[in-house]
């Protein structure tokens, strides 16, 4: 078991956007904790439903949200305090550096793109479940994709569990994203309550969108300094 704690890869801008998400994604969570109506309330009236979306009607006793603003809300929502961690964690060791490529205002589309587009895979592969999608995972796997694509060997400080063999070690990015998007790749099938389909197709999202943005870049420094 391994988990990222920081990575070694200083950036230019302050991350505004990735703390003003990770500041947005806690205080649901704690507004979901406190409201007397509880947690499957906000499940079931702001989740993603693959159903509804793919049938265009759901018969619950609580009362939805428009379906096609699910596919953004859902991405604020989570079920558990660790849930709400791991995925602030991730997205603060690798969100920054990626808000520092694409600047805040690129960043922001393509946070959210990379959410949609998940929860989009995820409903392609189960349109028939009414289980509620909830949860940051799906945009964060397009952030671990395109630092993937642009830091591939930035050092991530990672804890390391080995049985009763604990400790620090320093590791290139390819090894921690590679690892992390095998497993999802083996888990597929295996339930669980996590939508696998979706990590994967975030974090293919991510790659893809990233790697269009490259081109644009080098094909607008071609011309410039031609």
Known sequence: MFIPLKDENPTLRFPIITIVLISINCLVFIYQAVSPQGLEYFVLKFGIIPYEITHWHLDINVPRIFWPLSLLTGMFLHGS???LLGNM?????FGNNVEDFLGPVRFTFFYLSCGIAASLVQVAFSPNSQVPMIGASGAIA???GAYLVLFPSARVKTLVFLFFYITV???PAWIILGIWFALQLANVGMGGGVAWFAHIGGFLTGMALIMTRLKKRRKYHYYVYW
Do not use: A, C, E, K
């Open 89 to 93: 964690l991730y997205l603060w060791i």
């Open 169 to 171: 070690i320093s590791v």
């Open 142 to 144: 397009g952030l671990l």
């Open 81 to 83: 305090l660790f849930h």
